[in-house]
Every structure is written in structure tokens, then in C-alpha cells.
């Protein structure tokens, strides 16, 4: 971040379950470093993947995180300059950067199998991620000359045998090897729906995020991220700006050392409110307090 430019900070939860400690910790984290620098904190509902996404979900997470103490200036139930801040509603930006990306060739399509990967609108996280494709239609010749995404699924080409390294502000330097920890990854659905890591990238660089704070589980996903901004930023200028700061902050586990998912009820925000916690009590479970 430049001096001078205004630290955009963003909370970015998905509406398919009760947010948890893991939530509280991050969110709670990516607010206080917006109000020490002076920031705009944005919320946005990432309900790409409208099989999972409910209503009611996204009505508790903006209650669970305002019970937390956690304000934002720009949402989807406050607007903001950069609205739509909820993807269900941004499919043309998306598109638009899937087009960019298709004329610049970093991009091609996938026949190989008939079902994507159902979780591929979700960040994924150590245990879920995509395995390494084979790269088999990688020299289809007709990826050129298609103009509509739909009907198969797209895959980012990626610059095989390549570091990807960067700065975490809270991990520090990290090291990636494209072909290695990832390879081939998918930036479009069969069904039409953009996958997670390009989302994340056209909304972060179109509603000016200037540091992205998450988990830790999606430092491979910040690498893939980075690769997809270097792309759309060889062709278009929304691009050209700089990539956001990262800081990674670490997980919360449950007692058995598992990495907190929406599957564990109990230790929702909305459990531990229903059950008596207060909001002290639950800051200090999540470790900030
Ligand atoms: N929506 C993602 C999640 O809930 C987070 C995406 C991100 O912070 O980039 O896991």
C-alpha cells in the first residue's frame, strides 16, 4: 500500500454455515487492523455457490458479527460504492475477466470430466483442495475461438516449474511452486458459476482491497490468486493497480487439533451466544482477547 492511499481492508464470509471461532478470530483480526490504520472495512456475502448459500445464514452472520462488536462502512445491507457486495449479483465482472483471460491465453477449457468439483466456488482449504490436474486438454486448439464459458469447465494455465513468493505480513516469506502445490486450477464452472479464486481476485481488485486478512489454510490459494492478478494485469488497466497485502492469521482447532469447519455446531458463535457466552468470553476462545 502506497503512503497516503486508504488501507481497504475486507471480511469475506461465505453463507453456508454458522460462523465459528475460526470466524471470530479472522474477522476480528481483519477489523482492528482496518481501524488502526484508519481503514474502510467491507463486507462481502461470497454466496457464489448457490447450492450451499441460504438466506438465513447470511442474516446470521451480519447479526453474529455485529453481537461481536465488528462494524463495516460498506456492505450488502449498508451499500457502498463498490456495490454489488454480494457475488451472486457480479456474474458480468467475472465474465469480463473470463474473457480477458480467454484473449490473453492464460486460460483454456476442460472436458475431462462431467462433474466439476462441487466444492470449486468454495475457498478450499488444506483437506479439500483440487488435486493435481494432468493437464490433459491443455493444448486444445479451440480454446481461442471460443467466445461463452458455458457448457464446460475452464482452467487457468499455469507457468509450470515457477516460484510464486510473497510477504505474508503475519507468516512471513512464503514459497510456492507452481506444478508442484498446485497445478492447473479450475476459474470457471461447467454450470456457469465462476470458481472461488477468481472471484476473489476481480472483486478484491474492483472494490480496491488493500490488504486481504484470512487464514492461514488459503496461503495456496493466495499463491493461485497472484498468479490470476498477474494475468488480468498484462490486459486491463483495473489490473495494473497493486496486488493487495496478505496477512494470514493462524487457525483455530478444535481440542482435537482439527482445523474449526461449519460442521462444528457447537462452537458457533450462534451456539455460544444461545448458550450463555458472552461476547468477552467468546474474543477470548477465538484467541484475540
Ligand atoms: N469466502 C471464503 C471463506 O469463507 C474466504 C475467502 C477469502 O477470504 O478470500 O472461506
Same mark, same amino acid.
Request: hydrophobic content about 35%.
Given at each position: ?8 481492508? $475486507? ?31 467491507? &463486507? ?7 447450492? !450451499? ?13 455485529? #453481537?461481536?462488536?465488528?462494524? #463495516? ?24 475477466? #473470463?474473457? $480477458?483471460?480467454?484473449?490473453? %491465453? ?27 490436474? *494432468? ?21 487457468? !494455465?499455469? *507457468? ?27 476459474? #470457471? ?8 479464486? &477468481?472471484?476473489? /481476485? ?10 486481504? /486478512? ?12 497472484? &498468479? ?6 498484462? /490486459?486491463?488497466?483495473?489490473?495494473? %493497480? ?12 478444535? %481440542?482435537?487439533? /482439527? ?16 448458550? %450463555? ?5 467468546? &474474543? ?6
Amino acid at each position: 500500500m502506497g503512503s497516503g492511499e486508504t488501507y481497504r481492508g $475486507r471480511l469475506a464470509p461465505s453463507p453456508t454455515g454458522l460462523l465459528h471461532l475460526g470466524h471470530a478470530r479472522t474477522f476480528w483480526i481483519a477489523a482492528q487492523r482496518c481501524r488502526e490504520r484508519d481503514g474502510r472495512l467491507v &463486507l462481502r456475502n461470497e454466496d457464489l455457490d448457490s447450492q !450451499r448459500s441460504r438466506a438465513e445464514f447470511f442474516r446470521a452472520m451480519i447479526d453474529d458479527l455485529r #453481537w461481536l462488536g465488528i462494524d #463495516w462502512e460498506e456492505g450488502p445491507d449498508c451499500g457502498g460504492p463498490y456495490a454489488p457486495y454480494s457475488q451472486s449479483e457480479r456474474h458480468e465482472y467475472y465474465l469480463a475477466a #473470463w474473457q $480477458r483471460l480467454r484473449r490473453g %491465453g492464460h486460460i483454456y477449457p476442460c472436458f475431462c470430466s462431467r462433474k466439476d468439483r462441487p466444492q470449486s466456488a468454495s475457498a478450499p482449504n488444506d483437506n479439500d483442495d483440487e488435486p493435481l490436474y *494432468p493437464e490433459t486438454c491443455r493444448n486444445r486448439p479451440d480454446a481461442a475461438i471460443i467466445s461463452d464459458p458455458r457448457g464446460m469447465s475452464w482452467r487457468f !494455465r499455469i *507457468p509450470n516449474g515457477n516460484a510464486i513468493e510473497f510477504t505474508d505480513l503475519k507468516l512471513g516469506p512464503q514459497h510456492f511452486v507452481a506444478g508442484k502445490d498446485f497445478g492447473d486450477f479450475l476459474i #470457471w464452472r461447467r454450470d456457469d458459476v465462476p470458481a472461488y479464486q &477468481l472471484a476473489v /481476485v476481480v472483486d478484491d481488485a474492483l472494490m480496491q482491497i488493500t490488504e486481504v /486478512v484470512r487464514g492461514a489454510d488459503l496461503l495456496k490459494s493466495t499463491a493461485r490468486q497472484i &498468479l490470476i492478478w498477474q494475468a488480468l494485469a498484462n /490486459v486491463s488497466r483495473e489490473f495494473s %493497480g497493486q496486488i493487495p497485502s496478505y496477512y494470514h492469521c493462524d487457525l483455530v482447532r478444535d %481440542g482435537a487439533g /482439527v482445523r474449526l469447519a461449519k460442521r462444528h455446531d457447537a462452537l458457533s458463535i450462534r451456539h455460544l451466544r444461545e448458550t %450463555g457466552t458472552t461476547r468477552q468470553e467468546v &474474543l477470548r476462545l477465538a484467541g484475540v482477547q
